[in-house]
């Protein structure tokens, strides 16, 4: 399960290897999120996916607009347009 560590700005996802994590920083009624990282082990394997999807999930419940900073969330916003500002 996805989780909101909002004092570290970041969304995080335990996996078998370790913790993947969604890095942001909020900027006025923006979250722009800067960088994605996923265990090694675990990389191909969708974690990203879910990480970055839930994230954005949250962002917009949270009235927030999505900026994609990170070259990972940049191209999941592409294959998934319905996250586009």
Avoid at 57 to 80: E, M, N, Q, Y
Wanted: charged letters at 30%; hydrophobic letters at 40%.
């Amino acid at each position: 399960m996805v989780r909101h560590n909002e004092a570290a700005h970041r969304y995080e996802l335990e996996t078998d290897h370790g913790l993947a994590i969604a890095v942001y920083r909020q900027q006025g009624d923006s979250a722009v999120f800067t960088h994605t990282e996923v265990p090694p082990e675990d990389e191909g394997k969708g974690i990203g996916g879910r990480l970055v999807r839930a994230a954005l999930d949250d962002t917009r419940r949270r009235g927030l607009k999505i900026v994609p900073a990170c070259s990972f969330v940049v191209a999941f916003v592409r294959r998934h347009p319905e996250y586009a500002a």
